[in-house]
C-alpha cells in the first residue's frame, strides 16, 4: 500500500475549511480493502497470531516495518527475526496490534510538506497510551474490552494528523510556535481534532463500538475514564508522586479501583526507541 496524500486546502477562512471538511468536499485518505482487513484482524480478541501474521504478511511495507521493529536495538536480542511470525513473538501479541493498526493507518497519510510535525514522537506516544490503557483496562472490571480501549487510545489524536496533512502549511505554524495544537487545529481549520478524527472514522467505516467510545467524550463510562488516565500517564510525564496519587484518587472518585504501583509502572512506558 502506497501512502494516499489527502488534498491540501490553501487560501480559504478557517470558517470555509470547516464546511469543506465535515461536508465530506476535501478528499480525507481512502482506506484499501487490505488495510482494512488487516485492522480488523487487530481488533479481533479472538485471532490467532498465525492468523494475524498471515494477512499482515499480504503487506510488503507493514510486513518490512514489523521486522524492523522486532529487530531493532529496543528488544536488544542477538538473533535477527526474519518473518513475522516472529516478530509477533518477539515483540507480543498485545504490542503488535496496536503496531499494525498504527503503521496501517501511517501509510494512508502524507506529513512530508509539515517538517514540523514530529511523527515519529505521534506514533510513539500513541503506542504508550494504547499499552497503558490495555494494561488500565485488564486490571480492572473491563478485560474484556481491553482490545477496543486500547485501539481507542491509539486513533484519539488522529485528527491531529489529518490536519497536518489537509492543511500542512497552517499546521506547520502552529507546530512551529509550540502553542496549544487542539487551538491550532481550530484556528487554522474551523472544526476541532476530535471532529476531523470522528468523520475520518466514519468515513472508514471502523467498528461502531469504536466510533462511540471516541465520539461521546462527555461519557462517564468506565472505557473512557481509562482513555483519560493513560493519555494522562503519557502525555503529561513527568509524573511526579503527587500526580500519581491524584490520579488514582480520581479513579477511586468514579468508583474504578486503582493500583498506584500499576499506575507508576505504567508512566514510564515509552516507545520512543522502537524503530518505527
Not at 1 to 8: G, I, V, Y
Not at 66 to 92: C, D, E, H, K, W
Not at 150 to 169: D, R, W
Amino acid at each position: 500500500m502506497s501512502a494516499l496524500a489527502t488534498t491540501p486546502i490553501h487560501d480559504s477562512t478557517p470558517l470555509d475549511r470547516a464546511g469543506q471538511l465535515l461536508a465530506g468536499r476535501i478528499a480525507l485518505p481512502v482506506m484499501p480493502d487490505l488495510a482494512r482487513q488487516i485492522i480488523e484482524s487487530a481488533l479481533d480478541d479472538f485471532v490467532h497470531y498465525d492468523a494475524l501474521a498471515g494477512i499482515a504478511e499480504q503487506d510488503p511495507v507493514l510486513t518490512a516495518r514489523l521486522l524492523g521493529v522486532a529487530n531493532s536495538a529496543y528488544f536488544a536480542s542477538p538473533m535477527q527475526v526474519t518473518s513475522v511470525r516472529g516478530a509477533i513473538g518477539r515483540v507480543g501479541l498485545d504490542l503488535v496490534r496496536g503496531l499494525m493498526v498504527g503503521m496501517v493507518m501511517d501509510n494512508l497519510f502524507d506529513a512530508s510538506a509539515c517538517p514540523a510535525f514530529n511523527h515519529r514522537r505521534f506514533w510513539s506516544d500513541g503506542l504508550a497510551t494504547a499499552y497503558c490503557a490495555r494494561k488500565l483496562s485488564e486490571s480492572g472490571t473491563h478485560s474484556d474490552k481491553a482490545t477496543l480501549i486500547g485501539t481507542a487510545a491509539l486513533l484519539q489524536s488522529i485528527g491531529i494528523l489529518t490536519a497536518v496533512c489537509v492543511s500542512p502549511h497552517d499546521m506547520n505554524r502552529v507546530l512551529s510556535a509550540n502553542t496549544s495544537v487542539s487551538e491550532g487545529v481550530l484556528r487554522s481549520l474551523g472544526c476541532t481534532q476530535a471532529q476531523l478524527r470522528d468523520q475520518l472514522l466514519e468515513q472508514w467505516n471502523l467498528p461502531a463500538d469504536l466510533r462511540r467510545l471516541l465520539g461521546d467524550e462527555q461519557t462517564t463510562d468506565v472505557e473512557f475514564i481509562y482513555l483519560c488516565t493513560a493519555s494522562a500517564l503519557v502525555l503529561d510525564r513527568p509524573l511526579s508522586a503527587d500526580d500519581i496519587d491524584a490520579l488514582a484518587t480520581a479513579l477511586n472518585s468514579a468508583g474504578i479501583a486503582a493500583d498506584v504501583e500499576l499506575l507508576q509502572e505504567l508512566s514510564t512506558i515509552s516507545f520512543e526507541d522502537l524503530h518505527l
